[in-house]
């Protein structure tokens, strides 16, 4: 409690010292006199305090322990946004959420998420460096498919959405579609309500291949073509893979892109402090 109230006593305000009050207030003559002024301000003190402090009191003891401000009002504004229980939030925190986001943009941009949290505004903005999938169960030592990693994905689809970010709606898994008498699976189909555009997954668990850069280009294509619609914004492709080399991504994509991105995945809870390296390097 001690430690709550250090980290945020700058927001509540106290316009005047009791001992001020009492110099001037009337001494009542009765104890239920002197206690109904307390009994009426209550409920304005409790709907103030609830306004300032919108999680439990359980939240606020875990972000209490962070010590940078810029993160710990990260975390706090993202709890309150996505409706994150405690366990959830305890999550993201052991995953590095804030760290992994930072990663992925401009390092100018880093106060900005301390400011108003995670902002859906165009395409970039849904990616994480590294995606981290340990709730999946799966042994990183173990031999799985990528058929092993979809159907654990589709197990635990609702971690994976939060993993994913804010806006993530579930379509379907090896969504087929058919053209030239050939036809081709999309491992994963959603749709991101605050982009307004279907967002097409590809799970690689080996080493990411310019060709699967150039599949997943198609499929996007396909889908621009001839399923979204006219007020739907341009689709967008996202390659999970187990190893993906930068060098191999910027060569085969064109300039400019930004419709098709490619990420990692980690099957254990990343190192606080790695992440944090990362960042300042």
């Known amino acids: 409690m001690r430690l ?4 945020y006593n700058f927001r509540v305000q106290i316009s005047q010292p009791l001992a001020g009050k009492s110099s ?9 006199a002197e206690l109904q002024p307390v009994q009426k301000s209550q409920p304005v003190a409790l709907n103030l305090f609830s306004q300032k402090f919108q999680l439990s009191w359980t939240h606020y003891v875990m972000l209490c322990r962070i010590e940078n401000e810029n993160e710990r009002s990260f975390y706090e504004i993202e709890a309150i946004q996505g409706n994150w229980g405690k366990r959830e939030l305890q999550r993201q925190l052991n995953s590095g959420l804030f760290e ?12 900005q998420l301390a400011a108003k949290g995670q902002i859906i505004e165009k395409p970039e903005d849904v990616l994480k460096t590294p995606y981290v999938l340990e709730f999946l169960g799966l042994d990183e ?8 990693l ?20 579930f379509q379907g898994r090896q969504v087929r579609f058919s053209f030239d008498d050939e036809n081709f699976f999309v ?25 699967d850069i150039g599949q997943m280009q198609m499929y996007v294509n396909y889908y621009d073509r001839f399923v979204k619609q006219d007020f739907e914004k341009p689709t967008i ?12 991504v910027e060569i085969t ?9 490619a990420s990692q995945y980690k099957l254990y809870l990343p190192s606080k402090a790695a992440l944090k390296k990362l960042i300042t390097e």
């Open 4 to 7: 709550f109230y250090i980290v």
């Open 24 to 32: 001037k207030t009337q001494i009542p003559q009765t104890v239920s």
């Open 100 to 111: 992994r986001l930072a990663l992925s943009k401009d390092k100018k941009k880093v106060k």
């Open 141 to 148: 030592k173990a031999s799985y498919t990528e058929t092993d």
């Open 150 to 169: 979809e159907s654990a994905i589709i197990n635990k689809i609702e971690h994976f959405l939060l993993e994913l970010g804010k806006g993530f709606l």
């Open 187 to 211: 491992d994963l189909v959603l749709y991101n309500r605050l982009l307004q555009c279907f967002v097409l997954i590809d799970l690689k668990i080996g080493k990411l291949k310019h060709q």
């Open 237 to 248: 492709g996202i390659i999970i893979s187990k190893d993906k080399s930068d060098a191999v």
């Open 253 to 261: 994509l064109p300039k400019g892109n930004r419709q098709i991105f």
